[in-house]
């Protein structure tokens, strides 16, 4: 099972709504359990993704502090059998038997000892858990020790190893590509290797990097980009300069297309196979284009 971690943007959004559209993708979303990060707890909330995905989705509490409003996210969800709630850890006791917990990888100390103490109930813990490792920039992170050593206290769980490690900002001028390993992906195997005898899931964060940052918040002057997934091992961001003035999408879609291993296997391929052939050389905006690095980077891992 694929677990990418969106957020409820209208680009995250419009990127899985294609994903179930699409004809080489439609059947195989049965594997894709989307995590969705919401700002607000209201029904609108709720609807604003059901109106772009019809099919079972996670909401991630992780903005959500008071408990007055986890009590009100739990009514809420109640009403519509596809959403499902994953909790903090700190919110563990409202979590029931078939619901999710994520764990930090940073908690990973503090729970390894407060089990070893008997300080902690390991049957408190629901059947499906989550550990985010956040940001990582290797395959190797400092905590990967000690989430190994918990796994082997819940391996009769499901569990989810979910991390990112795009950087925000891109370590490249605007106008220069950038490629990288997906070390979330090498991370995944390496513990599936550490741990042959459990099936974990894989989740990540798609293109985005996973901390909240000042993007969310200040409205920035977009990049011309397409962050591009090649496949299982590799990141290609393909980058033309800051969109304004005449800016130029165009020549990022030939880029990717004539590449010698291109091929068109989600949504965002037929949209850039469609972009060279217009002649007009602005298209879209930033939604647009975080949009078809989703939806890419999910057609890949479901």
Sequence with gaps: ????????????????????????????????????????????ALKKISKKYSRKVLIDTRL???????????????????????????????????????????????????????????????KNII?????????????????NELIKYIKNRNITILSGSVPNPIPKNSDENYTQDIYEYKLFEKISYDNKNINFNYGDYGTVHPNLTDDDIVKMTPIVQIKYTKNKNE????????????????????????????????WADEFLFDVINTKNHNIGNAMTWAEVGINRHLSIFI
Excluded at 11 to 34: M, R, S, V
Excluded at 135 to 142: A, D, M, Q
Aim: proline share 3%; aromatic share 12%.
């Design 131 to 147: 550990i985010d490792f956040g940001y990582i920039n290797n395959s190797s992170p400092y905590s990967y020790k000690y989430v």
């Design 1 to 44: 099972m694929y677990l990418p971690a969106l957020r409820d943007k209208m680009g995250e959004l419009k990127a899985l709504e294609e994903l179930e559209k699409y004809k080489l993708t439609k059947n195989k979303i049965k594997n894709l359990l989307p995590i969705i990060l919401i700002n607000e707890i209201t029904d609108e």
């Design 64 to 126: 959500v502090s008071d408990t007055k409003d986890i009590k009100k996210l739990v009514s809420i969800t109640k009403q519509n059998k596809n959403f499902n709630i994953i909790y903090c850890f700190k919110d563990i006791k409202y979590a029931g038997n078939k619901d999710y917990v994520k764990i930090l990888d940073t908690d990973a100390v503090g729970i390894l000892k407060d089990i070893k103490n008997n300080n902690f109930n390991i049957n408190l813990f629901p």
């Design 235 to 266: 990141y290609w961001f393909i980058r033309n300069g800051l969109r304004k003035g005449e800016y130029k999408f165009k020549p990022v879609a030939n880029e990717i297309i004539n590449d010698s291993k291109f091929k068109k296997i989600s």
